[in-house]
């Protein structure tokens, strides 16, 4: 990972940290080694859990003290009576697993509110880069290459406020990201990153 | 690494004259005697003890060296100053289990009603049963609340019995390739080391203290016993079909390396343990279901604040990690705090012995977040 993308990514915990509120419970769907998780144990005292499906990442878990459970997403929640969670939070990994309808379903049943952050597939570098180059884009968002990238899914943030209308699902907060900077005017071809909030 | 060897001793809690202690079965046990061993020390506010427990053919002896001993106790790799269980900040206690051979009462104890070997006599004992039996000690050390109960398999069982049986005095579990029920598979298992020693005419329907032991069934129990505990490639790995001689002798003698070390597994085995002990012990296994009513959610509903941290290995095909998730989805949907890792390793069961870099990681950091956060509590 570039150092630029780490930025960036502290920029993310910054803004889902500004949404979650304090004290609440929480529940980090695809945790990684659960930066993002401590963040908010340790500035929003969040009693929060992770998903995790990558053993060396469950370790560094669970040396940060969280607890965190090492299995994939898409294998369902079906253990979380409904409503368990105030928040579920998929960052950057809902357009990892391989159904994303049936995970977002199972994450809004789980939890009063959903947070989703994903990759802008349709940013203005992505848009340049297809009608110029004629590659599969490569931005500060996407950075992997067709070949090796964990992303199985692409979509635009038009795309998922479609998906949201078509199922009927409440758009509560949205926010968009650059690398390093809140995005306010066209976000669909200037933010790198979008952030929201769902609920249904 | 050159380290100082510890040195420890065994020691005997012996449940007071007049005392009954009463078991799953409603039988009644007049006298109980338990061998244990204890590392590191108890601290003033007595919140720093931890329970092992072992598995079949595991004893007190967990750690540290006996005098004029070579080897270290059991799970050393993991108990002792600076380890996972650090015996500069813990209080560890092992005690053998009941119906064990290793100290505490058993088959091979004396009946004070006979004056002989209890043998078959000696009633069938539950997990619950070496449960209660483990708390007759803790509170024998006048501990009320035990930091951690940790083990692995059989060993796994006993922790998550603590738990249910004793949830207010457990702060947190970690039960290591283990199982929430004996399967099929595994009471199959069981069945045919039972019956290996009991086929054995030496067995003597258990009354054999005076006499020749069941040495060839014991050790055809052990030799299955290891066949389970280890996996297609780790077996693959270490012998293949490697000869023990340059070529094939036609001949029924011990000819393959893997032969003989499941012979020699066997053979070892006999000298320090009881036949009537593995079929009370197994026994035990084999009766062991946490499930209510079919639902093993049912048995964690008593639990509050204990907290969790399940461990499993990927090619564990005797205690497979499907038995951990089950476990893991069970304390979920009771709200209770747990941290589940599937450790990938080559070891099959074997691995709980052997990847304690692995488990170390895990245990000794979960251990510490649970030790401040009891200490904050207090």
């Not at chain 1, 659960?34 to 969040?46: A, H, I, P, S």
């Not at chain 1, 199922?167 to 979008?194: H, M, T």
């Not at chain 2, 080897?71 to 790799?77: F, N, V």
């Not at chain 2, 996996?231 to 340059?246: C, N, T, W, Y």
Request: net charge neutral; charged share 25%; hydrophobic share 35%.
């Amino acid at each position: 990972m570039t150092g630029k993308k780490k930025e960036e990514l502290r920029l993310d915990h910054k803004v889902i940290g500004d949404l979650v509120e304090a004290g609440s419970m929480v529940l980090d769907l695809g945790c990684g080694d659960g930066d993002l998780l401590q963040y908010l144990v340790e500035n929003k005292e969040v009693r929060g859990s992770g998903v995790e499906i990558n053993e060396e990442a469950i370790y560094m878990c669970v040396e940060k003290g969280l607890s965190v459970s090492h299995g994939d997403i898409d294998s369902g929640l079906k253990e979380y009576p409904d409503k368990l969670f105030d928040y579920v939070i998929f960052n950057q990994t809902m357009q990892q697993v391989y159904k994303p309808k049936e995970a977002i379903a199972e994450a809004l049943r789980v939890g009063r509110k959903v947070i989703i952050g994903f990759p802008n597939f349709c940013h203005i570098k992505a848009r340049l880069q297809i009608f110029f180059t004629g590659h599969v884009p490569i931005t500060p968002s996407l950075p992997y290459t067709w070949y090796d990238t964990p992303n199985l899914h692409f979509l635009s943030i038009k795309d998922f406020k479609e998906f949201c209308a078509e199922q009927a699902i409440n758009i509560e907060k949205k926010v968009f990201l650059s690398e390093e900077r809140i995005v306010r005017f066209f976000p669909n071809i200037f933010a790198l990153n979008a952030i929201y909030q769902i609920s249904k | 690494m050159s380290e100082k060897k510890e040195f420890v001793e065994t020691k005997y809690y012996i449940m007071p004259k007049g005392e009954k202690f009463i078991l799953e079965s409603g039988a009644k046990l007049s006298e109980l005697k338990i061998a244990y061993e204890t590392y590191g020390k108890l601290n003033r506010d007595k919140t720093n003890a931890v329970l092992i427990c072992h598995a079949l053919s595991g004893d007190a002896h967990a750690a540290g060296y006996h005098s004029g001993d070579k080897k270290p106790g059991w799970w050393d790799d993991m108990i002792g100053p600076g380890k996972a269980f650090d015996t500069d900040k813990y209080f560890v206690i092992c005690s053998n289990i009941l119906g064990g051979c290793k100290g505490t009462s058993g088959p091979n104890s004396i009946n004070p009603a006979t004056g002989k070997h209890y043998g078959l006599s000696f009633p069938i004992v539950s997990i619950k049963d070496m449960v209660d039996a483990q708390k007759k000690l803790i509170d024998h050390l006048k501990i009320d609340n035990l930091l951690s109960v940790c083990g692995g398999s059989m060993g796994g069982m006993q922790a998550l019995q603590w738990a249910i049986s004793y949830p207010d005095n457990v702060v947190s579990c970690i039960p290591i390739a283990s199982s929430y029920k004996h399967s099929a598979q595994q009471i199959a298992f069981d069945e045919v080391g039972r019956q290996a020693i009991m086929a054995d005419p030496a067995w003597n329907g258990g009354d054999y203290y005076d006499k020749d032991h069941p040495s060839a069934g014991l050790a055809v129990a052990r030799m299955i016993g290891h066949i389970t505990y280890m996996s297609d490639k780790s077996m693959e790995h270490k012998f293949g079909r490697i000869l023990k001689k340059k070529e094939l002798g036609y001949e029924f003698t011990s000819e393959f390396e893997v032969e003989g070390y499941l012979r020699y597994r066997g053979d070892s085995f006999v000298k320090r343990f009881d036949a009537n002990s593995y079929l009370y012990i197994t026994k035990a296994m084999d009766y062991f279901d946490l499930q209510q009513d079919k639902k093993l959610y049912n048995a964690f509903k008593g639990i509050k604040s204990t907290r969790f941290l399940v461990i499993a290995f990927s090619s564990d095909w005797l205690y497979p990690s499907a038995q951990s998730k089950e476990i893991v989805k069970a304390l979920k949907m009771n709200g209770i705090d747990v941290t589940y890792c599937e450790v990938s390793s080559d070891y099959g069961h074997d691995a709980f012995l052997l990847e304690f870099a692995e488990e170390s990681k895990l245990i000794r950091h979960f251990l510490d977040k649970t030790f401040k956060k009891a200490d904050k509590k207090t």
